[in-house]
């Protein structure tokens, strides 16, 4: 009878100390002094792999027990495969509980409207997203391109500026896929429908949106200089956009050898728009290639303070050019003046 009134205790003393155990094994960090370490989990690797892996590298005692709780709360089915952030401070069940919800490194990467191909591609190698070899042959690859529904020399234009996280490790592939997706959700059916009312495709809206956002510093003017390149192009007037004439040259000043240069996208030498994109567009300029100002303009120059001098006729445009030059040396004067300390006027605006 006295043994079997003392099978309650020893059961209870029993759970006890499992109960510490586990909680010594789960709760308490393995290795407090262990530096941060990022730590690859492989495509195809089972949850008792993961956690002998895990055990291996210090961050759990008892692989076995932690198997056994990742079963029990489901961690087991969920475990994406990528890099996870680890340190010695984090308990197994903080460990456990990133697996479960797959808390991966993420790279971020931001496209600005306006960076080419060549900015991009920079980009990408800084922050080890991908490497230059698979961004210029991807980027190119006309299969790839096909399966992106992509009908254009290369994806310039198409992976819309954007802000984007992606797990580290992710394929270059997925990475250009998601961003050429972006762009899908940004551009619309109704956009669509409007490009073809403009008889316009998407390559045509996408080229034309990429030398607006190149020429205009200010949203106010994308659709007037936007109306510019409409209206040359319904009398067959050269379009003389800058930026074309030097894409693809790692500049953005134009010379007068450069509006001369043979090349398929320099405008001053072809009639109508380039073959493609010469940058990726913002939103504010694709917007302007399907809505461009109702406006006679047929010339713009640029001013010294960013913004656009229109004109309707030669002459006036002419004259423009020359005021232009007029304020942009009295505003060089007055900031020469600034810098020596003489007074000078404020020029006339």
Known sequence: MRARAQLPFFAAVSAGIMLVYMFFQLAI?????????????????TFRQTARLLAGKGYIRDWRLFSIM??????DRRVRPGYYALNGGLSPW?????????????????????????DIRQKMIVRGIMNGADFDRLTTDGNFLQSL??????????????????????????VLTTMVQRLSEVYTSAMAARAGELGLDTKSVLTLASMIQKEAMEDKERPLISAVFYN?????????????????????????????RN???????????????????????????LYPAKVNYL?????????????????????????SRVLEQMAESSIANANSGTPASRPDK
């Open 299 to 323: 010339y713009f120059v640029a001013n010294y303070d960013g913004t656009h001098t229109f004109s309707s006729n030669y002459d006036n445009h002419l004259k423009a050019v020359e005021n």
């Open 94 to 118: 903080s460990i456990l509980d990133m697996l479960r919800g797959g808390q991966l490194v993420q790279e971020e990467i931001t496209i600005v409207p306006g960076e080419n191909l060549s």
């Open 149 to 174: 529904k992509v009908d254009a020399p290369s994806l310039e234009g198409y992976l819309y500026p954007d802000t984007y996280w992606f797990p580290k490790g992710t394929s270059p592939q997925q």
């Open 70 to 75: 990742g079963r029990l709360i489901g961690a």
């Open 263 to 289: 090349s398929s996208y320099n405008t001053y030498l072809i009639k109508g728009l380039p073959p493609g994109p010469i940058c990726c567009p913002g939103l504010s300029s694709i917007n302007a290639a």
């Open 29 to 45: 960090p393995a290795s407090p002094g262990k530096g941060p370490e990022e730590v690859y989990i492989k495509q195809g690797l």
């Open 232 to 260: 040359r192009m319904k009398i067959g007037m050269p379009l003389q956009s800058d930026p074309t004439a030097v894409y693809g040259l790692r500049t953005d000043k134009v010379t007068k050898a450069d509006l001369l």
